[in-house]
């Protein structure tokens, strides 16, 4: 064996001892202190690149946040998520419980697209788009920035007595996140109900819109206390995108990491000492624990804990250029490229993935494209036998009922599309459908007597709005070919 291999192994030893005596930090939160309290993280304003890129990413979320409820096309919204009605707009198109399939294939596509980016990217999403992540850090905490000021002055006000300016800072700080909650509640909900309706909500008597208020307030309250007080909790203890980050992240994912075998043996900066010892090139500055928004220490490894919010990419940087460094000591990497150098490379298990995710958004295009606009089931009558009409026709009563997703009301005939026959409204009308609605109605089906040679006839009825054809139905005819079976097996016996 080499003597750079044999120094190389020996160095990935001592890093794993010194690693696995420091182990006891995973026993608990980074945010929970030895008798289990809240420690509460004053994490330090960033600055950097990556934050730079970042508030200007989070500028493009809140452009796309405040501005698609108001984005309608063909009348309806872009997008809709109105839960308690169970009617999901997506891209404009309407998808009803009748859909449920497509959804649920929408889904698991969601899923395992997901678990790709995961095991490919590690916590991007959450680093960069993930709503938490972009209203606490870059709405609420740069409003706090500019209230209380920096995390020193922040924990100085806190420990402070209540004076006047601690008292004005607090009560400025809270009506802005209390405003901002509610301006954020107000828009959550009209992802829900539709900007129309909440427009009506905010501008008619609450007693008319009594639960939407109600809705309001509670969406409000959550999001205050969310962002006031439980912050990184929600993503450390609530998300279950960040419980799942163990399973889904391996080795060759890409995370926010320190370069160990760069760093370690860290040494407090001292030039002259620096050159001595051969010390490595982290200097214990602690900058990267400081500025850290869920309180972890990155050089301890990958933890459950970190948003990939890459302020410790820039808080290092900075103190590399510093002290004359290269920077990168804190960067995105694989937990194998800092071991071993390797590059960030296509796994086998991002591979399946793909394969997965290819084969399900097929499915899903396939089911798309044959979805219809128009649908619909017909059904004899419940407890209704044929009835015979003067001897040469037969009938039978049916009830239709018809979805509508189209923007616009359909008045809908039907007609009979493999036998003869004669198709006669209940209501002597046709039926109408209304826009994003659905239809019912009551019809007879009359056969001649003569083509009935089967008990149960096999019958297409075509959707019709004028001449053009919507869509076809399949149902069943009742005739009375059992009836007559019946009276010749009677006859047979009293011949007998
Ligand atoms: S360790 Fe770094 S990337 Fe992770 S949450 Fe803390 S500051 Fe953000
Ligand atoms: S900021 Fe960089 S140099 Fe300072 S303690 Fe963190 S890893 Fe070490």
């Known amino acids: 064996m080499k003597t750079s291999a044999i120094m190389e192994t020996v160095s990935e030893i001592q890093t794993e001892i010194k690693t696995q005596k420091d182990e006891s930090f995973r026993d608990r939160l980074a945010t929970v202190d030895e008798k289990g309290?809240?420690?509460?993280?004053?994490?330090?304003?960033?600055?950097?690149?990556?934050?730079?890129?970042?508030?200007?990413?989070?500028?493009?979320?809140?452009?796309?946040?405040?501005?698609?409820?108001?984005?309608?096309?063909?009348?309806?919204?872009?997008?809709?998520?109105?839960?308690?009605?169970?009617?999901?707009?997506?891209?404009?198109?309407?998808?009803?419980?009748?859909?449920?399939?497509?959804?649920?294939?929408?889904?698991?596509?969601?899923?395992?697209?997901?678990?790709?980016?995961?095991?490919?990217?590690?916590?991007?999403?959450?680093?960069?788009?993930?709503?938490?992540?972009?209203?606490?850090?870059?709405?609420?905490?740069?409003?706090?920035?500019?209230?209380?000021?920096?995390?020193?002055a922040q924990k100085?006000?806190?420990?402070?007595?209540?004076?006047?300016?601690?008292?004005?800072?607090?009560?400025?700080?809270?009506?802005?996140?209390?405003?901002?909650?509610?301006?954020?509640?107000?828009?959550?909900?009209?992802?829900?109900?539709?900007?129309?309706?909440?427009?009506?909500?905010?501008?008619?008597?609450?007693?008319?819109?009594?639960?939407?208020?109600?809705?309001?307030?509670?969406?409000?309250?959550?999001?205050?206390?969310?962002?006031?007080?439980?912050?990184?909790?929600?993503?450390?203890?609530?998300?279950?995108?960040?419980?799942?980050?163990?399973?889904?992240?391996?080795?060759?994912?890409?995370?926010?990491?320190?370069?160990?075998?760069?760093?370690?043996?860290?040494?407090?900066?001292?030039k002259a000492i620096t050159a001595e010892k051969n010390a490595g090139d982290c200097i214990d500055c602690f900058q990267c624990v400081k500025v850290c928004?869920?309180?972890?220490?990155?050089?301890?490894?990958?933890?459950?804990?970190?948003v990939g919010c890459t302020a410790c990419i820039d808080a290092c940087n900075r103190m590399m250029e510093a002290v004359g460094k290269p920077t990168g000591l804190i960067r995105y990497a694989s937990e194998n490229g800092i071991a071993s150098s390797e590059k960030l490379h296509y796994t086998n298990r991002m591979k399946f993935y793909t394969v997965l995710l290819i084969v399900l958004v097929g499915l899903l295009t396939s089911l798309l494209l044959t979805r219809k606009d128009v649908d619909g089931t017909v059904i004899r009558a419940a407890g209704m036998l044929y009835q015979e009409r003067g001897g040469d026709s037969v009938s039978n009563l049916y009830?239709?009922?018809?979805?509508?997703?189209?923007?616009?009301?359909?008045?809908?005939?039907?007609?009979?599309?493999?036998?003869?026959?004669?198709?006669i409204e209940a209501e002597g009308r046709s039926i109408a459908v209304p826009r994003e609605g659905q239809g019912r109605g009551s019809f007879f089906i009359v056969l001649p007597g003569k083509i009935i040679t089967e008990r149960k006839i096999k019958l297409r009825v075509g959707l019709y709005e004028g001449d053009k054809k919507i869509t076809t139905l399949k149902t069943n005819f009742l005739g009375p070919v059992y009836h007559r079976e019946a009276e010749e097996k009677e006859k047979d016996s009293k011949h007998h």
């Open 399 to 423: 009830n239709i009922k018809i979805i509508n997703k189209t923007i616009k009301n359909i008045p809908l005939t039907l007609r009979l599309e493999n036998t003869p026959g004669q198709i």
């Open 156 to 270: 100085l006000l806190n420990k402070s007595a209540w004076n006047k300016n601690k008292i004005f800072r607090k009560t400025a700080k809270h009506l802005a996140f209390f405003l901002l909650s509610f301006i954020i509640a107000n828009f959550f909900l009209s992802y829900i109900i539709g900007v129309e309706e909440l427009k009506k909500i905010i501008s008619e008597p609450i007693t008319e819109h009594f639960g939407g208020f109600t809705s309001i307030i509670i969406f409000s309250a959550v999001f205050y206390g969310v962002y006031s007080f439980f912050r990184e909790q929600a993503c450390t203890v609530i998300c279950p995108y960040g419980r799942l980050q163990s399973v889904l992240l391996d080795r060759n994912s890409m995370i926010v990491a320190y370069d160990y075998k760069r760093g370690e043996p860290r040494e407090k900066f001292r």
């Open 37 to 152: 309290k809240r420690k509460w993280i004053y994490a330090q304003k960033p600055a950097g690149k990556f934050y730079t890129v970042r508030s200007y990413v989070s500028w493009g979320f809140f452009i796309i946040f405040f501005s698609l409820p108001f984005i309608y096309v063909n009348g309806r919204p872009l997008f809709l998520f109105n839960i308690p009605e169970a009617t999901f707009i997506i891209f404009g198109k309407v998808f009803w419980p009748q859909d449920f399939f497509i959804f649920g294939l929408m889904m698991i596509s969601f899923i395992v697209l997901i678990v790709l980016f995961t095991s490919a990217f590690g916590r991007l999403f959450c680093g960069w788009v993930c709503p938490q992540t972009i209203f606490m850090e870059m709405l609420f905490r740069k409003v706090e920035y500019l209230i209380e000021g920096d995390a020193p």
């Open 293 to 306: 928004p869920t309180g972890i220490d990155i050089r301890n490894g990958t933890q459950m804990e970190c």
